[in-house]
């Protein structure tokens, strides 16, 4: 299976962007590249997810690196709230495959 | 929409006993799925169902584990007996699409076996 590799912890102040890494050196043509967070209590929720091209939501951007071995989550102005953990993921689009969590990265916003 | 709902949010039961959990997945959504989290493991993918049929199984731990989905808005997890070790917050979630779409989860049931 196709693995990511995430910091274990980020910090940001805020209001100030934040750019959360994600390396995926071996993922594969139908690899799709999604991200969830946790925040203290509550179940993972969908960020956003993404193939080969960036994506923006109203919650944040997806930018993929060319080659595809990487993805940053862009929150672009981080506030309190956006304190979780974040998860990065790969899911197979041909295989049936399904949501498997790593570690993630949990991001602490300084006010 | 409420979304995914679980019941109950928490449950402390003595080691030997039933413990069942429940789950409303998203009203259309076709995949519903269990995990569990530890500290020690994450968050791991016990089961998952589709069109209300059970799917992939591997991820449950034991015997002792048995989920069903009876119909399109009702789930349960089943652990008979319970043991300290499956103290965990078991999340459902439901999805709409297999390969596209992102699931959304409950808010999770906080289990303490005693």
């Known amino acids: 299976d196709a693995k990511t590799t995430q910091p274990n912890s980020m910090e940001s102040n805020e209001e100030e962007p934040v750019h959360l890494p994600c390396n995926h050196s071996?993922?594969?043509?139908?690899?799709?590249i999604h991200w969830y967070r946790q925040l203290p209590s509550q179940g993972p929720e969908y960020v956003i997810h993404?193939?080969?091209s960036n994506v923006n939501n109203r919650m944040a951007s997806l930018a993929i690196a060319e080659d595809r071995k990487s993805s940053t989550l862009i929150l672009h102005r981080a506030t309190l709230r956006d304190a979780a953990v974040y998860y990065c993921?790969?899911?197979?689009?041909?295989?049936?495959?399904?949501?498997?969590f790593g570690k993630g990265t949990r991001l602490h916003i300084l006010p | 929409d409420a979304g995914v709902i679980q019941s109950p949010r928490h449950e402390v039961t003595e080691m030997g006993q039933e413990v069942t959990l429940r789950c409303k997945p998203i009203?259309?959504?076709?995949?519903l799925f269990w995990y569990r989290q530890t500290m020690m493991r994450g968050l791991e993918l016990l089961i998952y169902?589709?069109?209300?049929?059970?799917?992939?199984d591997s991820g449950m731990p034991e015997d002792r584990f048995s989920a069903k989905m009876p119909n399109a808005s009702f789930s349960t997890l089943k652990i008979q007996p319970s043991e300290p070790r499956d103290s965990a917050v078991y999340f459902c979630?439901?999805?709409?699409?297999?390969?596209?779409?992102?699931?959304?989860f409950g808010s999770g049931t906080r289990l303490t076996v005693v």
């Open positions: 979630a439901s999805s709409l699409y297999w390969n596209t779409g992102g699931y959304t």
């Open positions: 169902f589709n069109n209300n049929v059970p799917i992939d």
């Open positions: 993921i790969l899911r197979d689009t041909v295989r049936d495959d399904k949501i498997i």
């Open positions: 071996t993922i594969s043509g139908t690899d799709y």
């Open positions: 009203s259309g959504h076709d995949y």
């Open positions: 993404g193939l080969t």
